[in-house]
C-alpha cells in the first residue's frame, strides 16, 4: 500500500470493487493492492476462548468449515447464501464487511457473535468492536488509504449456545436482501434466555444490532407473547426505509416479526441441542 | 505490460499482457481459447465460469495476474484423448445445450462440483449451478445430464438419450436425435460471431444519446478523430444511402444527425473504429454533442391524448387495430353477467445470453462481408445494402451459431454501423454490444395494458367479449403494428364468441423500442384473457377447466375474426390431458382449493390454470415463403440450405431429419447450411414459430422432389417404375439391386443433371384483418397447469410444479420439442416472477442484468410435465405446426390463478409483487 502510485485500493475478491469501478460508483484508481495471497489472511484457527477468522477466508472456505459450522453456524449460513459457487470461491469475509453495506450478509453474520475486528497498518494493529468500524452506507472508521482489516475474532461457542441467518430476497432486481437477519443465543438451565444478540440489515445507515430487543429479551423464556412483544421492541429501534425498486418500508416492517421468530426459534433449537 | 506465466489445459503458457486484464480476455484473445463466452461481463451468469486450480471462478472479472503459476482449465481442456468428458457426452444426449452460449460456463460449473461431490443430489446440483443462468431454460435438461454423467463416472453406467412418450410415428421424424452441432457446443469449438477476428480488425463503438427526447443542436468530432489509434469518427453525414432502417416501417435511424430527433436513450449519435476497444471508448467521450431537450412521453395511455408530446411528426398512433364480430351491443344484452377489468404487463428484456456482435470487412471484389448472429439475414442484407447504398447483392450476411434471440435479433443492432465502419477503413471491424448497451439499445417485449369486458350465460357460455389494448411500441416501429396485431386477435383466447369487439392502439413513447419477443403480442393477450376467464369462473360458480371447455374452439368453430377452423383444433384434449394429470397429482382432491403444508402453518399450495393458443407463421395478409436448396454431394452427402435461422430453437436438427426421412440418408450423412445469404437461399425471417412448418417444408418438398429425380434416373436406366425404387440407409433399392446414392449422383452427373432442387414453398395464402379469409394457416394449442407455493407471511411464491400439454400437430424433434416446452415454461416463470424491464421518465433502470433477473435454476420446478398433443394440420410437414412461443404464453396466467386460488387475493399487474402481496395479506389477515 505504500509503494502503491497514484490513487489505489485494496483487493481481495474484488467482486465488489471491480464492478464499482467498472460501472462508476468506486472512483478511478491507478493501482488494486492485491491481498488475496498474504496467506496469515487466509486463516480460520482456534487460539485459547476464541476463533480467529482472516479477513482474506472466501467464501467457500467458510462453508467447508467443520469449525466454522459448530462455532459461527450464522455466519457458514449467512455466507452460503453469498453468489453462486463461482463468487464464492474468490469473494473474501474480510471485503464483505469493508464494504460496509448496511446488509452485507457475512457482516450481519458476524455481528450476530459479537465479533471483533482488528485493523492493522504500518505503525502497529488493535482490535475493535466490529459494529465501532461502519460510518454509513459503504463508509469505515479506519483509514483505507492507511490500515487494512486482517482478522476477525470471536468466542468460541459454549454449550447451549446457538446462532443462525436468515434473509428474504426479492425474485427482481439486485441480490441484496430485503432484509436479513442473524441471532445468538445463550440458554440458561431452566432454558430462559441468559444471553441473547440480534444483527439485522438495512435497518439504517450502518450494519445493525439490536441492543434493546437483546435487553429485552435477556432472562426471558421464549413464547408466542414474548416474541410478539420484542417484534415491537425491535420495531422500535430498527430504521427501516422504503428503498426504490426493492421494498417498501411498510413491507421491511411486515418481515420484522417474521424473521424475528424465525430466527429465535431456531437459534434457542440449536443451542437445546447443544447440550453436551 | 506484465509477464503471466501459468498451465491452461495442462499447458505450460507465458504471456504478455496489460495491467487490469481479466482472464476471460487473455484467455479468449491472447490464447484463442474462445470456448470461454462472456455474457454479462459482470459477474452475473456464470457464462464465463474456468477452473482455477480446481475452483470454478468468473474468468470475465478474474484479473489474470491472479492466475499467475495456477491450472486454469477451460471447456476446451475437458475432453481428452479426443473422448468427450461425461458431462459433455451427457450434455449432448440430455439436450441440455440448445443455443450453446452458456454451456461451457455450465459444464464447467458441473465439473468442479462433480470434483466436490461425485454423487450430488438435485439439492448439490441446484445450489451449484444457482448463479449459472441458461435463458433457453435447459435447467431441467442440465440437471439430467449432471445425474447421467455422475453415474457414468461413478458407475460406469451408460448415457442414454431420454425417451419420451411422444415419440415415433416415421423411420426419423419423431425419433429422438442428436443435436448436429451439440458436440461443438459442449466442447467449446462452437463458434459465434465474437469468436470471429481478424490481424487487422478494428474495433468499434456507438455514442449513444442517453436522453429519451431530444433535438441535436450541435456534433463535434473533432478532438476523437484526432486521438491516435483512433481509424474512423462517422455521423449520420456520413450515411451515403437511406438513413432510416426498419423491418416494416423505416423510421428508425442508423444514426441521428444536427438538427435530427433522438427519441430514446439509445438512439445512435455517432460511432468509431479504432485500434482497441479502450481508444474506442474514449473517443466516444471526445465527441462533444448538445441537444435541445424536448418532452418526454413514456406511457401509451397517456401518449394517445391530445397535447401529448409528439415521438414521431405523424402524431403517436403507430396503428390503430380493430376487429369486429357480430354485434357487440348485442352480446352484451343477451348476457346474464359482463364483467370487466384491466391487465398490465411491464417491458420485458429478451437477455438472450449472446449479447449483439457484428464483424464487417470488405472483400477483395469490394463487397461488404458481415457476420452477425442474426434472425433475419436477408433482411440484415437489404437494410445494410439500402444504408450504403449498395445493391443487396454487393452484401453477404452470414451467421455464426447465436446465442438466443427470441425475437431480439430480428431488427438492426450493429450491423449497418459496422458495414460503414469497415468501408470507411478499408479493415474489418467488429461491433460487440457490453450487456450494457446491449438492454439500453435493442427492441423489448411491449408493455401492454388491457382492458377486457366479458359477456356470459349463467350457464358460462361467452356471448360477448371486447377488449381494449394499449401497447407501448417505444421510439421506433419495429415489428410494432405486427405484434400488437397479434394481441388483438389473441385477445379474446382460443374461445367461441359470438360477439366480439377489439381495439387495440400500438403507441409510439419515447421508451426503448418494442418488437418481437416470444409470444409476439398474443402472450399479453393470453394473460389478460386467462386471468378474466378465471375471475368469471369463480363469479358464475363454475370449475375453471369445466369453464374453459364449455367455450373452447374445437374443429369447424369460427374464431373472433371468423375463421373457419377445419383441422388441427387439439384444445380440448390438451385441456382433458392436463386436468387428468393434474388430478392424479392430487388424488383427486379439489386442485383449485388452498392447501396447506405439512409443518409449515405459513404456507399454503394450489393450482391454477389457463390455456392458450399461437399462430403459426406470419399471417395476416403477409406473403410467407421460404426457399431451400438441397443438393447430392460427393461421397453421398446431402447438403440442405437455407438462410433461416438456429438460434438455439432446433432448426438445424429439424432440417437434417426432414431431409433424411426424405431421401432416405442416414442422419450423419445429412449436413444443414443456414444463414448464409451468397451460399442458402431465404428462408424467410426466424418469428411467427414459423420455421419448423414453412421452412421445414421448404426442404421436405425440396428434399422429395430429389428423391424423385434420383428415381427418374434409375428408373430409367434399370427400366423400372419409379414408384417402385425405394431409398435406404443411403442405398437405392432398385428390385433386388442396392445402388449407393453416390452412384446415383454419378449417374447423374453423366446425364448432365445437378443432383440439386432448388424448392420455392409458399404457405396457404391469409387475408388481414377487415377482409374476408383466413387470417392464419394453422395455430398450436396449449392448456398449462401450474401448482403453486405461497409464504403467506412474506409474500413469496415458489412454482412446484407444472403440467403442460401442447397440440403441435407432430412433434417431428422430441428432443427439441422437449427443451422448447421446459425452457418455455420456465422463462414464463421468469415472467410472472422475476423479470421487469424499469424505465423512468425514458431513462433504463434495469440497465445491469444485476437489475434484470432472468429465472435461475432456483426458480425452476423439479417436474415441468410435457406433453404432446399430435392434432395434424394437413399442409405442415407430417403434419407439424409450431411450437417455438406457446410453451411461454399461458404460464404467467396459471400463477396469477394458482395465487389467487392459494390466498383469495388477484394479481393484476406483472411481475408478481411479493411486497405488495405480503401487505395484502395482512389487510386480509386483519
Given at each position: 500500500?505504500?509503494?502503491?502510485?497514484?490513487?489505489?485500493?485494496?483487493?481481495?475478491?474484488?467482486?465488489?470493487?471491480?464492478?464499482?469501478?467498472?460501472?462508476?460508483?468506486?472512483?478511478?484508481?491507478?493501482?488494486?493492492?492485491?491481498?488475496?495471497?498474504?496467506?496469515?489472511?487466509?486463516?480460520?484457527?482456534?487460539?485459547?476462548?476464541?476463533?480467529?477468522?482472516?479477513?482474506?477466508?472466501?467464501?467457500?472456505?467458510?462453508?467447508?468449515?467443520?469449525?466454522?459450522?459448530?462455532?459461527?453456524?450464522?455466519?457458514?449460513?449467512?455466507?452460503?447464501?453469498?453468489?453462486?459457487?463461482?463468487?464464492?470461491?474468490?469473494?473474501?469475509?474480510?471485503?464483505?464487511?469493508?464494504?460496509?453495506?448496511?446488509?452485507?450478509?457475512?457482516?450481519?453474520?458476524?455481528?450476530?457473535?459479537?465479533?471483533?475486528?482488528?485493523?492493522?497498518?504500518?505503525?502497529?494493529?488493535?482490535?475493535?468492536?466490529?459494529?465501532?468500524?461502519?460510518?454509513?452506507?459503504?463508509?469505515?472508521?479506519?483509514?483505507?488509504?492507511?490500515?487494512?482489516?486482517?482478522?476477525?475474532?470471536?468466542?468460541?461457542?459454549?454449550?447451549?449456545?446457538?446462532?443462525?441467518?436468515?434473509?428474504?430476497?426479492?425474485?427482481?432486481?439486485?441480490?441484496?436482501?430485503?432484509?436479513?437477519?442473524?441471532?445468538?443465543?445463550?440458554?440458561?438451565?431452566?432454558?430462559?434466555?441468559?444471553?441473547?444478540?440480534?444483527?439485522?440489515?438495512?435497518?439504517?445507515?450502518?450494519?445493525?444490532?439490536?441492543?434493546?430487543?437483546?435487553?429485552?429479551?435477556?432472562?426471558?423464556?421464549?413464547?408466542?407473547?414474548?416474541?410478539?412483544?420484542?417484534?415491537?421492541?425491535?420495531?422500535?429501534?430498527?430504521?427501516?426505509?422504503?428503498?426504490?425498486?426493492?421494498?417498501?418500508?411498510?413491507?421491511?416492517?411486515?418481515?420484522?416479526?417474521?424473521?424475528?421468530?424465525?430466527?429465535?426459534?431456531?437459534?434457542?433449537?440449536?443451542?437445546?441441542?447443544?447440550?453436551? | 505490460?506484465?509477464?503471466?506465466?501459468?498451465?491452461?489445459?495442462?499447458?505450460?503458457?507465458?504471456?504478455?499482457?496489460?495491467?487490469?486484464?481479466?482472464?476471460?480476455?487473455?484467455?479468449?484473445?491472447?490464447?484463442?481459447?474462445?470456448?470461454?463466452?462472456?455474457s454479462?461481463?459482470?459477474?452475473?451468469?456464470?457464462?464465463?465460469?474456468?477452473?482455477?486450480?480446481?475452483?470454478?471462478?468468473?474468468?470475465?472479472?478474474?484479473?489474470?495476474?491472479?492466475?499467475?503459476?495456477?491450472?486454469?482449465?477451460?471447456?476446451?481442456?475437458?475432453?481428452?484423448?479426443?473422448?468427450?468428458?461425461?458431462?459433455?457426452?451427457?450434455?449432448?444426449?440430455?439436450?441440455?445445450?440448445?443455443c450453446?452460449f452458456?454451456?461451457?460456463?455450465?459444464?464447467?460449473?458441473?465439473?468442479?462440483?462433480?470434483?466436490?461431490?461425485?454423487?450430488?443430489?438435485?439439492?448439490?446440483?441446484?445450489?451449484?449451478?444457482?448463479?449459472?443462468?441458461?435463458r433457453c431454460?435447459?435447467?431441467?435438461?442440465?440437471?439430467?445430464?449432471?445425474?447421467?454423467?455422475?453415474?457414468?463416472?461413478?458407475?460406469?453406467?451408460?448415457?442414454?438419450?431420454?425417451?419420451?412418450?411422444?415419440?415415433?410415428?416415421?423411420?426419423?421424424?419423431?425419433?429422438?436425435?442428436?443435436?448436429?452441432?451439440?458436440?461443438?457446443?459442449?466442447?467449446?469449438?462452437?463458434?459465434?460471431?465474437?469468436?470471429?477476428?481478424?490481424?487487422?480488425?478494428?474495433?468499434?463503438?456507438?455514442?449513444?444519446?442517453?436522453?429519451?427526447?431530444?433535438?441535436?443542436?450541435?456534433?463535434?468530432?473533432?478532438?476523437?478523430?484526432?486521438?491516435?489509434?483512433?481509424?474512423?469518427?462517422?455521423?449520420?453525414?456520413?450515411?451515403?444511402?437511406?438513413?432510416?432502417?426498419?423491418?416494416?416501417?423505416?423510421?428508425?435511424?442508423?444514426?441521428?444527425?444536427?438538427?435530427?430527433?433522438?427519441?430514446?436513450?439509445?438512439?445512435?449519435?455517432?460511432?468509431?473504429?479504432?485500434?482497441?476497444?479502450?481508444?474506442?471508448?474514449?473517443?466516444?467521450?471526445?465527441?462533444?454533442?448538445?441537444?435541445?431537450?424536448?418532452?418526454?412521453?413514456?406511457?401509451?395511455?397517456?401518449?394517445?391524448?391530445?397535447?401529448?408530446?409528439?415521438?414521431?411528426?405523424?402524431?403517436?398512433?403507430?396503428?390503430?387495430?380493430?376487429?369486429?364480430?357480430?354485434?357487440?351491443?348485442?352480446?352484451?344484452?343477451?348476457?346474464?353477467?359482463?364483467?370487466?377489468?384491466?391487465?398490465?404487463?411491464?417491458?420485458?428484456e429478451h437477455a438472450f445470453m449472446e449479447p449483439e456482435?457484428?464483424?464487417?470487412?470488405?472483400?477483395?471484389?469490394?463487397?461488404?462481408?458481415?457476420?452477425?448472429g442474426?434472425?433475419?439475414?436477408?433482411?440484415?442484407?437489404?437494410?445494410?445494402?439500402?444504408?450504403?447504398?449498395?445493391?443487396?447483392?454487393?452484401?453477404?450476411?452470414?451467421?455464426?451459431?447465436t446465442g438466443g434471440g427470441f425475437g431480439g435479433k430480428?431488427?438492426?443492432?450493429?450491423?449497418?454501423?459496422?458495414?460503414?465502419?469497415?468501408?470507411?477503413?478499408?479493415?474489418?471491424?467488429?461491433?460487440?454490444?457490453?450487456?450494457?448497451?446491449s438492454?439500453?439499445?435493442h427492441?423489448?417485449?411491449?408493455?401492454?395494458?388491457?382492458?377486457?369486458?366479458?359477456?356470459?350465460?349463467?350457464?358460462?357460455?361467452?356471448?360477448?367479449?371486447?377488449?381494449?389494448?394499449?401497447?407501448?411500441?417505444?421510439?421506433?416501429?419495429?415489428?410494432?403494428?405486427?405484434?400488437?396485431?397479434?394481441?388483438?386477435?389473441?385477445?379474446?383466447?382460443?374461445?367461441?364468441?359470438?360477439?366480439?369487439?377489439?381495439?387495440?392502439?400500438?403507441?409510439?413513447?419515447?421508451?426503448?423500442?418494442?418488437?418481437?419477443?416470444?409470444?409476439?403480442?398474443?402472450?399479453?393477450?393470453?394473460?389478460?384473457?386467462?386471468?378474466?376467464?378465471?375471475?368469471?369462473?369463480?363469479?358464475?360458480?363454475?370449475?375453471?377447466?369445466?369453464?374453459?371447455?364449455?367455450?373452447?374452439?374445437?374443429?369447424?368453430?369460427?374464431?373472433?375474426?371468423?375463421?373457419?377452423?377445419?383441422?388441427?383444433?387439439?384444445?380440448?384434449?390438451?385441456?382433458?390431458?392436463?386436468?387428468?394429470?393434474?388430478?392424479?397429482?392430487?388424488?383427486?382432491?379439489?386442485?383449485?382449493?388452498?392447501?396447506?403444508?405439512?409443518?409449515?402453518?405459513?404456507?399454503?399450495?394450489?393450482?391454477?390454470?389457463?390455456?392458450?393458443?399461437?399462430?403459426?407463421?406470419?399471417?395476416?395478409?403477409?406473403?410467407?415463403?421460404?426457399?431451400?436448396?438441397?443438393?447430392?454431394?460427393?461421397?453421398?452427402?446431402?447438403?440442405?440450405?437455407?438462410?433461416?435461422?438456429?438460434i438455439g430453437?432446433?432448426?438445424?436438427?429439424?432440417?437434417?431429419?426432414?431431409?433424411?426421412?426424405?431421401?432416405?440418408?442416414?442422419?450423419?450423412?445429412?449436413?444443414?447450411?443456414?444463414?448464409?445469404?451468397?451460399?442458402?437461399?431465404?428462408?424467410?425471417?426466424?418469428?411467427?414459430?414459423?420455421?419448423?412448418?414453412?421452412?421445414?417444408?421448404?426442404?421436405?418438398?425440396?428434399?422429395?422432389?430429389?428423391?424423385?429425380?434420383?428415381?427418374?434416373?434409375?428408373?430409367?436406366?434399370?427400366?423400372?417404375?419409379?414408384?417402385?425404387?425405394?431409398?435406404?440407409?443411403?442405398?437405392?433399392?432398385?428390385?433386388?439391386?442396392?445402388?449407393?446414392?453416390?452412384?446415383?449422383?454419378?449417374?447423374?452427373?453423366?446425364?448432365?443433371?445437378?443432383?440439386?432442387?432448388?424448392?420455392?414453398?409458399?404457405?396457404?395464402?391469409?387475408?388481414?384483418?377487415?377482409?374476408?379469409?383466413?387470417?392464419?394457416?394453422?395455430?398450436?394449442?396449449?392448456?398449462?397447469?401450474?401448482?403453486?407455493?405461497?409464504?403467506?407471511?412474506?409474500?413469496?411464491?415458489?412454482?412446484?410444479?407444472?403440467?403442460?400439454?401442447?397440440?403441435?400437430?407432430?412433434?417431428?424433434?422430441?428432443?427439441?420439442?422437449?427443451?422448447?416446452?421446459?425452457?418455455?415454461?420456465?422463462?414464463?416463470?421468469?415472467?410472472?416472477?422475476?423479470?421487469?424491464?424499469?424505465?423512468?421518465?425514458?431513462?433504463?433502470?434495469?440497465?445491469?442484468?444485476?437489475?434484470?433477473?432472468?429465472?435461475?435454476?432456483?426458480?425452476?420446478?423439479?417436474?415441468?410435465?410435457?406433453?404432446?398433443?399430435?392434432?395434424?394440420?394437413?399442409?405442415?410437414?407430417?403434419?407439424?405446426?409450431?411450437?417455438?412461443?406457446?410453451?411461454?404464453?399461458?404460464?404467467?396466467?396459471?400463477?396469477?390463478?394458482?395465487?389467487?386460488?392459494?390466498?383469495?387475493?388477484?394479481?393484476?399487474?406483472?411481475?408478481?409483487?411479493?411486497?405488495?402481496?405480503?401487505?395484502?395479506?395482512?389487510?386480509?389477515?386483519?
Amino acid at each position: 500500500m505504500r509503494q502503491a502510485r497514484g490513487a489505489f485500493a485494496v483487493l481481495a475478491g474484488g467482486t465488489d470493487l471491480l464492478l464499482d469501478i467498472q460501472q462508476g460508483r468506486h472512483p478511478v484508481v491507478d493501482t488494486l493492492v492485491d491481498v488475496s495471497n498474504i496467506p496469515e489472511l487466509s486463516t480460520i484457527e482456534v487460539y485459547q476462548d476464541h476463533i480467529y477468522l482472516g479477513a482474506g477466508v472466501t467464501h467457500k472456505q467458510i462453508i467447508s468449515s467443520q469449525l466454522l459450522l459448530e462455532n459461527a453456524q450464522c455466519v457458514v449460513e449467512g455466507c452460503g447464501l453469498i453468489g453462486g459457487p463461482q463468487v464464492r470461491n474468490v469473494a473474501t469475509i474480510g471485503g464483505n464487511v469493508s464494504h460496509a453495506l448496511p446488509a452485507g450478509d457475512g457482516t450481519i453474520s458476524l455481528l450476530a457473535l459479537d465479533t471483533q475486528v482488528e485493523i492493522a497498518s504500518i505503525g502497529g494493529r488493535r482490535w475493535e468492536p466490529l459494529l465501532e468500524i461502519f460510518a454509513g452506507p459503504g463508509k469505515v472508521t479506519f483509514d483505507r488509504q492507511q490500515e487494512l482489516v486482517t482478522r476477525f475474532r470471536f468466542n468460541k461457542r459454549l454449550e447451549r449456545e446457538g446462532s443462525t441467518f436468515h434473509r428474504v430476497m426479492r425474485p427482481q432486481g439486485v441480490a441484496i436482501a430485503i432484509l436479513n437477519m442473524s441471532g445468538w443465543v445463550k440458554l440458561d438451565d431452566s432454558e430462559h434466555l441468559a444471553d441473547v444478540r440480534i444483527a439485522c440489515g438495512p435497518a439504517g445507515p450502518k450494519p445493525f444490532r439490536g441492543f434493546e430487543t437483546e435487553s429485552f429479551l435477556r432472562g426471558k423464556c421464549l413464547d408466542e407473547t414474548i416474541l410478539m412483544e420484542a417484534a415491537r421492541v425491535l420495531d422500535a429501534e430498527v430504521n427501516l426505509r422504503t428503498s426504490k425498486h426493492r421494498a417498501t418500508k411498510d413491507y421491511r416492517h411486515s418481515l420484522l416479526p417474521v424473521l424475528l421468530k424465525q430466527v429465535l426459534l431456531l437459534a434457542v433449537s440449536r443451542a437445546k441441542e447443544n447440550r453436551e | 505490460m506484465t509477464k503471466l506465466t501459468f498451465i491452461v489445459n495442462g499447458e505450460h503458457k507465458q504471456v504478455e499482457i496489460e495491467p487490469g486484464e481479466m482472464l476471460a480476455e487473455v484467455l479468449r484473445k491472447r490464447l484463442g481459447l474462445t470456448g470461454t463466452k462472456i455474457s454479462c461481463d459482470e459477474l452475473e451468469c456464470g457464462v464465463c465460469t474456468v477452473l482455477v486450480d480446481d475452483l470454478p471462478v468468473l474468468s470475465c472479472n478474474y484479473p489474470a495476474i491472479k492466475a499467475n503459476g495456477k491450472h486454469v482449465t477451460t471447456i476446451e481442456g475437458l475432453a481428452s484423448d479426443g473422448n468427450l468428458h461425461p458431462l459433455q457426452e451427457a450434455f449432448v444426449k440430455k439436450g441440455a445445450t440448445q443455443c450453446g452460449f452458456c454451456t461451457p460456463g455450465q459444464i464447467m460449473t458441473a465439473a468442479a462440483l462433480l470434483k466436490e461431490h461425485p454423487d450430488p443430489t438435485i439439492d448439490d446440483i441446484e445450489y451449484a449451478l444457482n448463479d449459472t443462468l441458461c435463458r433457453c431454460g435447459a435447467y431441467p435438461a442440465i440437471v439430467d445430464a449432471i445425474r447421467a454423467a455422475s453415474d457414468k463416472i461413478n458407475h460406469g453406467t451408460p448415457i442414454e438419450y431420454p425417451q419420451y412418450e411422444f415419440e415415433g410415428g416415421h423411420k426419423v421424424i419423431g425419433q429422438v436425435v442428436k443435436r448436429p452441432e451439440a458436440v461443438d457446443k459442449v466442447t467449446g469449438a462452437a463458434i459465434y460471431t465474437d469468436d470471429i477476428s481478424f490481424p487487422d480488425m478494428l474495433i468499434g463503438a456507438t455514442l449513444r444519446a442517453g436522453i429519451p427526447h431530444g433535438r441535436v443542436t450541435r456534433l463535434d468530432t473533432t478532438a476523437a478523430e484526432k486521438l491516435p489509434g483512433v481509424h474512423a469518427v462517422l455521423t449520420a453525414a456520413d450515411i451515403p444511402g437511406r438513413v432510416n432502417h426498419g423491418l416494416v416501417i423505416q423510421d428508425w435511424p442508423a444514426l441521428v444527425g444536427v438538427g435530427e430527433k433522438v427519441r430514446y436513450v439509445g438512439d445512435a449519435i455517432a460511432i468509431v473504429a479504432a485500434d482497441t476497444e479502450d481508444i474506442a471508448r474514449q473517443a466516444l467521450d471526445l465527441i462533444e454533442v448538445e441537444f435541445e431537450q424536448l418532452p418526454v412521453v413514456t406511457d401509451p395511455v397517456e401518449a394517445k391524448l391530445d397535447g401529448a408530446p409528439l415521438v414521431h411528426q405523424e402524431g403517436n398512433l403507430l396503428k390503430h387495430i380493430k376487429v369486429d364480430k357480430g354485434d357487440i351491443a348485442a352480446g352484451f344484452e343477451q348476457a346474464d353477467v359482463i364483467m370487466e377489468d384491466i391487465y398490465t404487463m411491464p417491458t420485458y428484456e429478451h437477455a438472450f445470453m449472446e449479447p449483439e456482435c457484428s464483424v464487417a470487412r470488405v472483400t477483395e471484389d469490394g463487397r461488404i462481408e458481415l457476420w452477425v448472429g442474426s434472425q433475419i439475414p436477408y433482411a440484415d442484407r437489404e437494410q445494410v445494402a439500402a444504408a450504403l447504398d449498395l445493391q443487396p447483392q454487393e452484401v453477404r450476411v452470414r451467421s455464426p451459431l447465436t446465442g438466443g434471440g427470441f425475437g431480439g435479433k430480428e431488427d438492426i443492432a450493429g450491423q449497418i454501423h459496422a458495414a460503414m465502419l469497415a468501408r470507411s477503413t478499408g479493415r474489418p471491424v467488429k461491433i460487440l454490444y457490453s450487456r450494457h448497451e446491449s438492454l439500453l439499445v435493442h427492441p423489448k417485449r411491449h408493455a401492454t395494458r388491457i382492458k377486457v369486458t366479458l359477456g356470459l350465460k349463467k350457464d358460462g357460455r361467452l356471448t360477448a367479449a371486447q377488449t381494449e389494448l394499449f401497447g407501448d411500441t417505444g421510439a421506433y416501429a419495429s415489428l410494432g403494428t405486427k405484434v400488437m396485431g397479434r394481441a388483438t386477435t389473441h385477445s379474446t383466447g382460443p374461445y367461441i364468441v359470438p360477439n366480439v369487439k377489439i381495439d387495440c392502439y400500438a403507441m409510439y413513447t419515447n421508451n426503448p423500442p418494442a418488437g418481437a419477443f416470444r409470444g409476439f403480442g398474443a402472450l399479453q393477450a393470453c394473460h389478460a384473457i386467462e386471468c378474466m376467464m378465471d375471475q368469471a369462473a369463480e363469479r358464475l360458480g363454475l370449475d375453471p377447466v369445466e369453464f374453459r371447455r364449455m367455450n373452447a374452439l374445437r374443429e369447424n368453430s369460427i374464431t373472433n375474426t371468423g375463421q373457419h377452423l377445419t383441422e388441427s383444433v387439439g384444445l380440448l384434449e390438451c385441456i382433458d390431458r392436463v386436468e387428468a394429470e393434474m388430478l392424479q397429482s392430487t388424488n383427486g382432491a379439489a386442485p383449485f382449493a388452498a392447501r396447506e403444508v405439512k409443518g409449515q402453518p405459513n404456507k399454503r399450495r394450489a393450482w391454477g390454470f389457463a390455456v392458450a393458443f399461437k399462430n403459426t407463421g406470419l399471417g395476416e395478409g403477409a406473403p410467407d415463403k421460404a426457399t431451400a436448396e438441397v443438393e447430392l454431394l460427393d461421397g453421398g452427402i446431402a447438403e440442405a440450405r437455407i438462410s433461416s435461422a438456429e438460434i438455439g430453437q432446433g432448426l438445424v436438427t429439424v432440417l437434417q431429419m426432414i431431409t433424411s426421412q426424405e431421401l432416405g440418408l442416414p442422419l450423419d450423412q445429412v449436413r444443414v447450411l443456414l444463414s448464409d445469404t451468397d451460399l442458402t437461399p431465404d428462408g424467410g425471417p426466424t418469428t411467427g414459430s414459423r420455421q419448423t412448418y414453412i421452412s421445414g417444408n421448404a426442404v421436405r418438398h425440396a428434399a422429395n422432389s430429389l428423391r424423385e429425380q434420383m428415381a427418374a434416373t434409375l428408373a430409367e436406366k434399370f427400366d423400372v417404375p419409379p414408384d417402385e425404387i425405394k431409398f435406404i440407409e443411403g442405398l437405392a433399392q432398385v428390385r433386388e439391386e442396392m445402388v449407393p446414392v453416390t452412384d446415383v449422383v454419378a449417374l447423374m452427373k453423366q446425364e448432365g443433371k445437378e443432383p440439386k432442387v432448388v424448392y420455392e414453398y409458399w404457405a396457404p395464402k391469409t387475408f388481414p384483418l377487415g377482409e374476408e379469409g383466413d387470417k392464419h394457416f394453422a395455430y398450436s394449442f396449449a392448456a398449462q397447469a401450474t401448482e403453486i407455493e405461497l409464504d403467506l407471511d412474506t409474500g413469496e411464491v415458489a412454482v412446484i410444479r407444472t403440467i403442460g400439454a401442447t397440440d403441435v400437430g407432430k412433434v417431428i424433434n422430441p428432443l427439441g420439442f422437449q427443451g422448447q416446452v421446459e425452457g418455455g415454461t420456465i422463462m414464463g416463470i421468469g415472467h410472472a416472477l422475476t423479470e421487469e424491464f424499469i424505465i423512468e421518465d425514458g431513462i433504463i433502470f434495469t440497465d445491469y442484468l444485476a437489475r434484470y433477473r432472468m429465472p435461475s435454476i432456483h426458480h425452476t420446478p423439479r417436474e415441468i410435465k410435457v406433453i404432446a398433443v399430435e392434432h395434424p394440420t394437413s399442409e405442415g410437414p407430417y403434419g407439424g405446426k409450431g411450437v417455438g412461443e406457446i410453451s411461454t404464453m399461458p404460464v404467467p396466467p396459471s400463477i396469477v390463478n394458482a395465487i389467487y386460488n392459494a390466498c383469495g387475493i388477484r394479481i393484476k399487474t406483472l411481475p408478481i409483487d411479493q411486497d405488495w402481496l405480503a401487505l395484502e395479506l395482512r389487510k386480509k389477515a386483519k
